[in-house]
């Protein structure tokens, strides 16, 4: 069923396009027949008048035509036309977003996969780097261990040369000196006193890393004063003091 006609509010007959009773407003917004306007003017008193429907005051001049289809409703849509009209925007506004939301989702899977490669790439990179320099630290630090190994075991071999020449050459003076004690109680009669006094001179002589090259003479017998038959000390030669182990090694190997 159409809808019905506009009609003037003044005489409730539909307005016209054209002609005497064309619709046109006043300021308020109103709309009516402009005959019945003029009609409604005249009757107020002729240049001025209120709207019929809100009070407001117009003026003849201020008559303003509207250009209107003879049926307002002409080219109006239908309430059925908006619907189909506006499901048919709302199922291509879903179709863009379905679209547009499988783009998204395949670029993002693209950008992730790239992302993915690259750190793979970039973790195979630092695992090669870390096993290549795990495999010069090695190797540098084998050679190192060599190194020390043979300049240990070269130091090693010299202090068991060095310890028995020492050995050796404590023997030989242990043999002197007893040699010379035994001529001391026999050839000179030395007392007990002496000979203690003569072992306690030499004994230095006997350790292992006592000065291999002092002469013979240190361990010549103190000459005995045949009167008080007591030997005189102060023309014994010095016993010279050793040095001491590490000192000796030291020295052998360039106070390393």
Known sequence: ???????????????????????????????????CLLKWLHRCGDDTAKCPQ??????????????????????CCRLEELKAHYKSKIHETNRHCETAMAEYMEKSLSDTEKLRAD?????????????????EFQDKTRVEIESLHGEVLQMVDQIVRMCN????????????????????AEEENATAMELIEFVERSS????????PH?????????PVD????????DQLPPIPIPPHPTDAAKGQHGGT
């Open 1 to 35: 069923m159409p809808p019905p006609e506009p009609t003037c509010p003044v005489c409730m007959e539909p307005w016209t396009c054209n002609g005497n009773h064309r619709i046109c407003c006043i300021p308020c917004g109103h709309v009516y027949g402009r005959s």
């Open 54 to 75: 809100c009070g407001e005051q117009f003026e003849d001049k201020l008559i303003i035509n509207l250009y209107a289809p003879g049926n307002l409703w002409d080219g």
């Open 119 to 135: 750190l793979v790439r970039q973790c195979t990179e630092l695992k090669e780097q870390n096993s290549r320099e795990i495999a």
């Open 165 to 184: 020449e020492q050995n050796a050459t404590a023997n030989a003076n242990l043999a002197t000196m007893k040699e010379q004690m035994k001529k001391m």
């Open 204 to 211: 230095p002589r006997l350790s292992l890393f006592s000065n």
């Open 214 to 222: 002092a002469p013979a003479s240190a361990f010549a017998a103190a």
């Open 226 to 233: 045949s009167q008080n038959n007591r030997s005189h000390t």
